[in-house]
């Protein structure tokens, strides 16, 4: 990066906290990420400069709100390179945004006997939302199978792929393998068969530049607190085409053109998938997230993060009685393994006394553990102020773990 990671480093106040009396080692961050300081300065500044509810009021604070939450929409227009800001709805997260999808598709496209099509990898955000649907609308849910590896196997996709099929819901990234799916191909595949594809770029949208228009997805969702932002922030995309034909998923305010007791017209896009008082605080403080690490430029983060992918994954290698999982060649810094025999929780306890944080469980990814034929793992997850010398850590971390487990 053309940024000096130690000036990187300084921006995020936690990352300089001990933990145990040790430095710590943020190695989490597929769950979440920390905060640069001025996303914390745009939170202080919103409350104590500009708060007042937006949309609705006459006065000034009320307009500064107003006009400073489309501002966000525009800047994370132009982040996803989205084609028009009425096409940006802010959601509370990933989890929600596709949710809403399920829900209003669901009940506009899907018919029984229908197919809806994920893959092995997705997170249960991605998973029981479609299941609800499926449910619902009495529709068939099917899985595109993976490698050993963690690779989407495409043929199998293709042999899916039916006249019956409507969606196709799959990770750009995944948050347990760290495999970068081949969505455009998935996309274009998709289309011709005559089906919309919605892309969960809750852990893409972090690490490497990513345009809707490119890649023709029908819809995208992201969480705002894995890109740096506040927690309670999330974008749903969606061709404003299609968000034109779906119905509303919530009632509320906001989202109404006119409300009688006979019945209520909807307001337009993007109103009409906002209901009630947005979040327009943490929205702003969003924004200032998505300045911070496009002003470092998502290609160069993409690229400092892939040499330090390369350089923990030979790292690891060293470790004894690792098992990894998650070895597709096109993935990001995410680190899924187990050593030896050991519990996942006993490892990620010890690294926890050494300051290093990592997750460890199934990573809300059930049905890929059940397919990997295991309870759990270890994750390591590196965003862009890790560095080559945390990646050393971790590696002495498990050094150190493997043989106090002996
Ligand atoms: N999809 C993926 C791939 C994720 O990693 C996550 C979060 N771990 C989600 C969806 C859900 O995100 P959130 O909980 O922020 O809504």
Not at 20 to 30: A, T
Not at 355 to 369: D, E, N, Y
Request: proline content about 4%; glycine content about 8%.
């Amino acid at each position: 990066m053309s940024t000096n990671i130690d000036t990187i480093r300084a921006d995020f106040p936690i990352l300089s906290q001990t933990v145990y009396g040790k430095p710590l080692v943020y190695l989490d961050n597929g769950a979440t990420t920390q905060k640069p300081q001025v996303v914390i300065d745009t939170l202080i500044r919103m409350y104590s400069e500009m708060n007042a509810n937006i949309h609705r009021g006459v006065h000034f604070l009320s307009e500064q709100a107003t006009r400073q939450y489309e501002e966000a929409r525009n800047t994370v227009r132009d982040f996803i390179h989205a084609a028009y800001s009425q096409e940006i709805i802010f959601t509370s997260g990933a989890t929600a945004g596709i949710n809403a999808i399920a829900f209003s598709y669901g009940e506009r496209f899907i018919r029984p006997g229908d197919d809806v099509l994920l893959t092995t990898m997705e997170h249960h955000s991605n998973i029981v939302p479609w299941q609800m649907m499926c449910a619902r609308k009495q529709a068939r849910l099917k899985v595109i199978p993976i490698s050993e590896q963690g690779e989407l196997i495409l043929e199998e996709f293709a042999r899916l792929l039916s006249p019956r099929t409507r969606i196709v819901a799959l990770t750009h990234v995944s948050n347990t393998l760290g495999t970068i799916n081949p969505v455009e191909q998935v996309i274009r595949m998709a289309h011709l068969a005559g089906a919309h594809v919605l892309v969960d770029g809750a852990q893409a949208v972090q690490h490497m530049p990513v345009d809707v228009q490119k890649l023709d997805c029908d819809f995208y969702v992201f969480s705002g607190h894995k890109l740096f932002g506040p927690t309670g922030t999330g974008v749903l995309y969606g061709k404003s085409s299609l968000l034109n034909e779906l119905p509303p998923y919530q009632g509320g305010g906001d989202m109404v053109d006119c409300v009688r007791f006979e019945g209520t017209t909807y307001n337009e896009l993007p109103f009409k998938f906002e209901a009630g008082t947005s979040n327009y605080v943490d929205a702003t403080a969003l924004q200032s997230a998505i300045k911070y690490v496009s002003a470092i430029g998502m290609e160069q983060i993409a690229a400092y993060e892939t040499s330090l992918m390369h350089y923990a994954r030979e790292q690891l290698q060293t470790v004894p009685g690792i098992r990894m999982y998650g070895t597709a060649p096109l993935k990001t810094a995410v680190f899924s393994f187990v050593l030896g025999d050991h519990h996942p929780y006993d490892v990620g306890m010890i690294l926890d006394k050494m300051g290093i944080a990592v997750r460890t469980g199934t990573h809300c990814t059930q049905p890929l553990m059940d397919f990997l034929g295991i309870t759990g793992t270890i994750r390591a997850s590196f965003a862009l102020y890790n560095t080559f010398e945390e990646v050393d850590q971790l590696v002495a971390g498990l050094h150190r773990a493997g043989s106090m487990l002996q």
